[in-house]
């Protein structure tokens, strides 16, 4: 069965003091590994598509980088606006557009 | 540019109520998504249409949820009769035809709560 795991479930940082998020998984053949952010209230907001072993990309403050058995998020030098939900999905081979969510890490950076 | 929308945005009924969620897609984006979210279970995947025809309906949970798509700018789900283990957020989300690994784009969510 195809499995999204993350940790912590809650996460407090300080302004500046950095950080990574875990997402492990376990699926039948990765399409892809992605990463969104949810603010209380909305819909999930798209951050990364990641494909393969060694994958790197970055945005801003952030860097999700991917390994055959999990992904992490980093968090360099976090502000009080990187505050959400940080969720992770995998793409499993089966299921063309299916995607598989975690829980979720809650993050709360305080200034 | 609009997004994805959804109505009503909260919803409070009564156990045994019929509950309507609506969506509108993005204009052009051929797949539309149903999800349902918890802190338990997190965020799962309901049903999902491509070009109006439901493609996996495999995680709809029972017989009491059904989900249409009548033409490409809009998609029901609905329960009937409600239960109070139903109360969640719904979201819809949908994504274009033309890269199949492109990201889902999500609406706003529907906040239901069965009482």
């Known amino acids: 069965e195809d499995q999204v795991t993350q940790s912590p479930e809650a996460l407090r940082l300080q302004e500046g003091e950095s950080s990574s998020l875990n997402c492990s998984y376990t699926?039948?053949?990765?399409?892809?590994l992605f990463w969104y952010r949810q603010d209380p209230g909305k819909g999930p907001e798209f951050l990364f598509t990641l494909y393969s072993a060694g994958e790197e990309k970055e945005k801003e403050r952030l860097k999700a980088t991917l390994t055959k058995k999990e992904s992490f998020l980093h968090i360099t030098a976090p502000k009080p606006e990187d505050s959400a939900t940080y969720l992770c999905?995998?793409?499993?081979?089966?299921?063309?557009?299916?995607?598989?969510f975690g829980t979720g890490t809650r993050l709360l950076v305080s200034p | 540019d609009a997004g994805v929308i959804q109505s009503p945005r909260h919803e409070v009924t009564e156990m045994g109520q019929e509950v309507t969620l609506r969506c509108k897609p993005i204009s052009g984006h051929d797949y539309l998504f149903w999800y349902r979210q918890t802190m338990m279970r997190g965020l799962e995947l309901l049903i999902y249409f491509n070009n109006n025809v439901p493609i996996d309906d495999s995680g709809m949970p029972e017989d009491r949820f059904s989900a249409k798509m009548p033409n490409a700018s809009f998609s029901t789900l609905k329960i009937q009769p409600s239960e109070p283990r139903d109360s969640a957020v719904y979201f819809c989300?949908?994504?274009?035809?033309?890269?199949?690994?492109?990201?889902?784009?999500f609406g706003p969510g529907t906040r239901l709560t069965v009482l």
């Open positions: 989300a949908s994504t274009p035809r033309l890269t199949s690994d492109n990201e889902q784009f």
């Open positions: 999905a995998v793409r499993p081979n089966t299921g063309f557009q299916k995607l598989v």
């Open positions: 699926v039948s053949g990765l399409r892809g």
